[in-house]
């Protein structure tokens, strides 16, 4: 079944930096768009990034210029690099995956990998 495993998370600085991995399985990631989400406690999950079948990327306003998006098709993994990092950037971070841009998220979600941002 369609399975995500979020890793890398973990407590950083102001400033700092962290690169997230989700490693997907159960559905043919190469055709997917694949996205990062994250959910900040009392908050609803938000969409923080994309990644589209032919490598374009797409990021919120509040992260644009500070996170990278990329895929390894082969390795059906999707990873977040994260710069510059906020306080406002603590939350839970998942990854899921879409058939079309209008498509529903196809996976249940996994259990997302927690950053702090905290001195």
């Known amino acids: 079944q369609v399975q995500f495993v979020e890793s890398g998370g973990g407590l950083v600085q102001p400033g700092g930096s962290l690169n997230l991995s989700c490693r997907a399985s159960g559905f043919r990631f190469s055709q997917f768009i694949i996205d990062w989400y994250r959910q900040a406690p009392g908050k609803q999950r938000e969409l923080v990034a994309s990644?589209?079948?032919?490598?374009?990327?797409d990021y919120a306003d509040s992260v644009k210029g500070r996170f990278t998006i990329s895929r390894d098709n082969a390795k059906m993994t999707v990873y977040l690099q994260m710069h510059s990092l906020k306080p406002e950037d603590t939350a839970v971070y998942y990854c899921?995956?879409?058939?079309?841009?209008?498509?529903?998220?196809?996976?249940?979600w996994g259990q997302g990998t927690p950053v702090t941002v905290s001195s």
């Open positions: 990644i589209a079948v032919r490598g374009s990327t």
């Open positions: 899921n995956a879409r058939y079309t841009s209008t498509s529903p998220n196809i996976g249940v």
